[in-house]
T-cell receptor, first 116, second 115 residues
């Protein structure tokens, strides 16, 4: 199994531009998570999906952020417009459990976003 | 909300010595606790979890963790540290915030194993 796949691995963009991060979870996993990691705030859960449906988006910082999961094998996290404070490493993770808190999560390698 | 605390930002240990990375938790109900490791420029990797049963949980790479209900702790341990164990370690707990079950991570502890 290839594990969780994220693209791009690195993204450098200018303030105001739209950024789209992509994730392919492990086949057969029911739940998908988007996290953001920064030195200041550590690892933050942004949103998670179960069976392609957003369950909890309370961690999404503001309306500039949106996430979709059109099918079981693909999810996107979009930032529009981007700001320098969005610079972080964004992780996608998946788990086979319908109840996300019972099982280990499998993390992708992350996308390092730099907004100039 | 359920939470975990990792009181040490960094732990230094000599290679071959035992290591402990501390975690305390605050939960209502039965705790579900996890440890993850993050190597540089990588995503987090699962090490072990406690759901129920024996208080001593064994995990990957020779790590183990001891669940202590009276002290509300779940410390990560290894009898003999390797230089390759140097990484960032996260404790995590099942969280019911907002009516949904999810996992909340601690702030992380950087482990430095000195040759």
């Amino acid at each position: 199994d290839a594990g969780v796949i994220q693209s791009p691995r690195h993204e450098v963009t200018e303030m105001g531009q739209e950024v789209t991060l992509r994730c392919k979870p492990i086949s057969g996993h029911n739940s998908l998570f988007w996290y953001r990691q920064t030195m200041m705030r550590g690892l933050e859960l942004l949103i998670y999906f179960n069976n392609n449906v957003p369950i909890d988006d309370s961690g999404m910082p503001e309306d500039r952020f949106s996430a979709k999961m059109p099918n079981a094998s693909f999810s996107t996290l979009k930032i529009q417009p981007s700001e320098p404070r969005d610079s972080a490493v964004y992780f996608c993770a998946s788990t086979p459990s319908r109840v996300a808190a019972y099982n280990e999560q499998f993390f992708g390698p992350g996308t390092r976003l730099t907004v100039l | 909300a359920q939470s975990v605390a990792q009181p040490e930002d960094q732990v230094n240990v000599a290679e071959g010595n035992p290591l402990t990375v501390k975690c305390t938790y605050s939960v209502s109900g039965n705790p579900y606790l996890f440890w993850y490791v993050q190597y540089p420029n990588r995503g987090l990797q699962f090490l072990l979890k406690y759901i129920t049963g024996d208080n001593l949980v064994k995990g990957s790479y020779g790590f183990e963790a001891e669940f202590n209900k009276s002290q509300t702790s779940f410390h990560l341990k290894k009898p003999s540290a390797l230089v390759s164990d140097s990484a960032l370690y996260f404790c995590a707990v099942r969280d019911y915030s907002g009516g949904y079950q999810k996992v909340t991570f601690g702030t992380g502890t950087k482990l430095q194993v000195i040759p």
